[in-house]
């Protein structure tokens, strides 16, 4: 991935408003129903309705059941978010708990002061 | 009725998993679940279900009343299975470190490959490194047909991309991505044999690290748990085994790879750090990485038990034979010739191999010096013509620059042939270039150990020793001379304004051997040995010798000559002697003449005067007279003529 890399690399630091409006399709990988994926379920749909109103499509695979789609999807950390438009691809590895990271990891905008809504329970 | 009620147990977790099939987890969880009770049973031998599996041992299995012993997994590759005493841990990970490029890779996907065709294991690379048809492409060079592996469902490559992400994780995560590929591409293939190529490469793209331990830690449980044999490779780190310490989960099996220079040869080295359960060789061994993959040279692990055998290899001189009691060499002894350069140490070689190709034996030559048509061209000078047996396939000739590669390189290059060609004689000319590839003390001991080899191979090993010109040749240059069996000497002697060759035998074990120096020459028809003159004025050799064959010649001459001489004037005494007989006989036999002569003129001189006085008696008329005359003269005439 080097060639993304860099076309990432010598991106403006703050995207274009009209980019902010583009369609987001995203997928959520997770593994079983364990407290770990729900959570990462429950962060991912609060993260999409606070941050991308209407405007998204989240998927949620669990790779138990389709294990090739792990492999083809280079899926090797669980929870991983990955944004499949607009390009380029992201991954993001967590259970999403960090919405701060998940703006920075979507190229999206970072307010001020990020809330952080649902804690990992440690 | 117990033994049918574990089977139903087993089974019943099974069925309960079909209609799970789709799910995975579940699916491998219940299974998961069965060999977890089986494993339990086995530890807990007062456990209900232990005593289960006892029975069905008894009643069906028929299991070894022995403690279970540590059941290995052969790697197939050369060598490394004796030095860890038949393989790798079965069902356990194993970790293979080593810096870049010292053929981790490399030996995981041999053990992988091995294993598909010799050993009926099918296998999963999981490679982090590089992807499939980047492998695939790299191992062809080592005979390995991995897309032909693949297809037949042997092996599976499955490539896991790691992504450096600057901004970190979101939050927790596991690697069940990981387990889940690996569960999967195991059951696909019903996969034995698991490579994970490297690990560590997941330090780079997650940033938790605390997070990534523990799932390295349950990954490695996982696996054991699969009973999959695997191999973990790593990158060596700074006085670590691991550059991330993940030794510290992997703790069955080490072993540690090395490619080190020494002198300017890199040497790659293999060492088995620790193998629990199991004894195994310590040292660091050295490997070569050929065209048919790894091959590890356990040379230490060779005893000092070889059979000796009885029979005898001619050297293809016979006076050289003669003087080795009269049979020649033994056969699978070591015979080492030392001497100068240009004292004829190479066309001895060739004669023995020559020798043994004449007898339909294989030989094969080691040439450190001259390449094989040269070898060919300057022994057809003296005789020997090695062309055919080269054609015939009878003699292989092997020519190296010492400066090749490192002498461990050289020293596993020379066993791989003669694993592969199996001669009879192995010649190797001259032993002591070889030490140009790395240090002398390395040189001698793994020297040594190479003549071990040939020693329990019954393989007659004949090396050249070039010595310099001020050493002595009884010491070896490579300080092997004590371990040879045949220890042959050829010093050249400067005398008179010439060179010649002195050859004798310094020592043979086991053969009344000649104590005597013979003159040593390169004739048209190969070596000629001669007796060297000895007398009162020392050991004279070439046109010496020669200037003394024929003063003693002419010495000779001249005695013979004094006789004829004497003799001659003997001859002539003789005739001179005889001469002067006749000449007194001639003279007696003159004397007698004479004598004879004066005799018959008495008698005439009587007879006439008788026959005077007769007539004087007749003339006077006495008949006394008459009478008497006629008797007289009757008498006188008897007288005479008598």
Redesign the interface.
Known sequence: ?PARKRTQAIAPPSPPPEAWQERFILRL?V??TTP?ST??IL?ARKFCEENLNGRYQLDVID???R??L??DE????????VRHLPLPLR????????FE??L??LDLPVPKRAQTIVK?T? | MQIEDFQTQSHLLLWRARPFRDSFPICFGLCYEAHVRHELAAANPYSRFSKRMRTLSKTKVHCQPHPVVLTKTPTGIQGLDDITAGGLPQGRPTLVSGQAGSGKTLLAIEFLARGALEFNEPGVFMAFEENGKELVQNVVSLGFDLSDLIARKLVLIDYIEIEHNEAGETGEFNLEGLFVRLGYAIDSIGAKRVVLDSLETLFAGLTNTAILRAELRRLFCWLKSKGVTAIITAERGDGTLTRHGIEEYISDCVILLDHRVNNQFATRRLRIVKYRGSAHGADEYPFLIGDRGLSVWPMTSLGLTHVAPTDRVLSGISRLDAMLGGKGYYRGSSILVSGTAGSGKTSLAAHLADAACRRGERSLMFLFEESPSQLIRNMRSIGIDLEPWVKKERLLLHAARPTLCGLEMHLVTMRKLTEDFEPSVVVIDPVTNLAAGGTMAEARSLLKRLIDYFKTRQITAFLTNLTAGTRTEENSEMGISSLMDTLLLVRDIETNGERNRLLYVLKSRGMAHSNQVREFRLTDGGIDLLDAYIGPGGVLTGTARLAQEAREASEALMLQRDSDLRKHELDCKRQAIEAKMDALRLELAGSEADWERIGAQEMEREETKVHDRAAMAQARRSDSVARRETDGMEMSLAHART
Do not use: W
């Not at chain 1, 991954?91 to 960090?98: H, I, P, R």
């Open positions: 991935m990988y593994a079983g770990q959570r990462a962060n790779i138990y059941q294990p090739t792990a492999r280079q899926i090797v950390a669980v929870p991983t978010l991954k993001l590895v967590g259970d999403l708990s960090d990271r998940v920075i990891g990992s440690k």
